[in-house]
């Protein structure tokens, strides 16, 4: 299979983060294209009756929301950049796992890499899981890559789990 663009969805989480470094290696063995992509998640706003679409607030917050992100994604390109990595930057606005999917048909994209933070129970429950939904519906490759815990920290897990 060649690998020619690789889509790393990134929302700056340490998960996420990891997982563009680990793209970042392939794409450098593939000689392939990063195609860096944030999603601005819209979706709360469906059951947000308080912030009406036309409300200039909600308008000035998203708007605040979008270009911090677009600050950073231009930060993390640059030094990319600077690693002599092909890169281009996406920013786009819905729902975080439809829009991944949706992306990487349009783009092309050959593999999508990204992180996950591998919640389990009652919080996969609550919060889902973006990247589940994107192995599930995505019509490339997907590989998820999840940040190593710590030792010290899963010590204190299986002695509160114990007691």
């Known amino acids: 299979m060649a690998v020619k663009r690789i889509l790393v969805p990134v929302d700056f989480s340490k998960d996420s983060l990891h997982a563009l470094a680990y793209a970042g290696d392939l794409a450098k063995s593939f000689g392939a294209e990063l195609r860096l992509l944030h999603v601005v998640d819209q979706t709360y706003l469906a059951n947000a ?13 998203l708007e605040e929301q979008w270009q911090a992100a677009q600050a950073q994604m231009i930060r993390i390109g640059a030094d990319l950049g600077k690693k002599r990595q ?6 786009k606005g819905g729902s975080p796992a439809q829009v991944i999917v949706d992306t990487a048909r349009s ?5 999508i890499v990204m992180g996950t933070h591998g919640r389990t129970g009652l919080a996969h429950m609550l919060i889902g899981s973006v990247a589940e ?25 299986t002695a509160r789990q114990k007691a």
Do not use: G, Q, Y
Not at 49 to 61: D, G, I, S
Not at 135 to 147: G, N
């Open 107 to 111: 783009s092309a994209a050959d593999l």
């Open 133 to 157: 939904r994107v192995v599930r519906t995505a019509s490339c490759p997907v590989l998820t890559a999840r940040h190593a815990v710590s030792k010290k920290r899963t010590l204190k897990r």
């Open 86 to 91: 092909r890169v281009r930057i996406l920013m």
């Open 49 to 61: 009756p308080e912030f009406p679409v036309a409300n200039p607030k909600l308008a000035k917050l």
